[in-house]
C-alpha cells in the first residue's frame, strides 16, 4: 500500500515552456501532499504543501507565480513550473503520508527536468 | 529557521567494514524519521524514532535518538554493496508540521 505516482519521469523542453507535473496517491487519499526540489547530489528542499481544496502553502523564497500548484483531489497534486529557464533544471519529487503529519513520507519518483 | 545536519556527507568502505552516519538538528524534534536514496532513485522510509533516548534495529541497520531529542544516528554492521546510497535523516520540529531533511551522507561500498 501506499504508493505516490509521479508524471513525466523525465522532461526536456525549450526555455520559456510551461510545464506540467502530476503526483497521484494510487492506493490511498491524501488531503496533504509535499513538493521538493533536490539538486545532484545534494537534500530535499521542500518547496510547499499542497493542501487538497485550499491553497498551497509555500516556502520561504519559493515563488508561487513561478511553480504553480493545484490539489483538485484527494489523489492528485500538480505542479506547474511557468515559462521555466535553465537554471529551473531539477529534480522535482512528491511525497504524501496516510493519516497525519506524523506518519512516513511516501515518495513519487521523481521528474527530471531540464531546460534548454 | 530549523537546520539538520549530517556526517559526514560521503563515506567509501569496503564491503563488511562498519559505517555511522550522525544527524543533528538546530531544534528539538518530536520526531526523527531516516530515509534511503538509491542513485537515481527516490528516498524510501526506512524508520521512524519518536522517544527520547530510543533506540531500534532492522537486521544490519541501528538508529538511535537522543536524549534531548536534537540528534540521531543510524550504524550499519558489516555493510553490503546493496546498502549503496544516500541516508537521510528527517526531523519534525517540534512546532511545526513540515518535515525538514539533513544534508544526508552518501555511502559508497566496495566489494
Known amino acids: 500500500g501506499a504508493v505516490v505516482s509521479q508524471h513525466p519521469s523525465r522532461v526536456i523542453c525549450k526555455s520559456g515552456t510551461s510545464v506540467k507535473i502530476e503526483c497521484r496517491s494510487l492506493?490511498?487519499?491524501?488531503?496533504?501532499m509535499f513538493w521538493y526540489r533536490q539538486f545532484p547530489k545534494q537534500s530535499l528542499m521542500l518547496m510547499a504543501t499542497s493542501n487538497e481544496g485550499s491553497k498551497a502553502t509555500y516556502e520561504q523564497g519559493v515563488e508561487k507565480d513561478k511553480f504553480l500548484i493545484n490539489h483538485a483531489s484527494l489523489t492528485l497534486s500538480t505542479l506547474t513550473v511557468t515559462s521555466a529557464h535553465p537554471e529551473d533544471s531539477s529534480f522535482y519529487i512528491c511525497?504524501?503520508?496516510?493519516?497525519?503529519?506524523?506518519?512516513?513520507?511516501?515518495f513519487g519518483d521523481g521528474t527530471r527536468l531540464s531546460i534548454l | 529557521g530549523q537546520q539538520v545536519m549530517q556526517i559526514p556527507q560521503y563515506q567509501h568502505v569496503q564491503e563488511g567494514e562498519d559505517f555511522t552516519t550522525y544527524c543533528n538538528s538546530s531544534t528539538t524534534l518530536s520526531n526523527i524519521q531516516w530515509y534511503k536514496q538509491r542513485p537515481g532513485g527516490h528516498p524510501v522510509f526506512l524508520i521512524q524514532?519518536?522517544?527520547?533516548?530510543e533506540v531500534k534495529k532492522q537486521k544490519r541497520l541501528t538508529f538511535q535518538f537522543g536524549e534531548a531529542k536534537k540528534n540521531s544516528s543510524l550504524h550499519i554492521t558489516a555493510t553490503q554493496t546493496t546498502d549503496v546510497g544516500t541516508y537521510f535523516c528527517a526531523g519534525r520540529d517540534t512546532g511545526f508540521q513540515k518535515l525538514v531533511f539533513g544534508t544526508g551522507t552518501r555511502l559508497l561500498v566496495s566489494p
Open positions: 524514532l519518536v522517544k527520547s533516548g
Open positions: 492506493d490511498f487519499q491524501a488531503t496533504t
Open positions: 511525497s504524501a503520508s496516510l493519516g497525519n503529519f506524523n506518519q512516513p513520507q511516501h
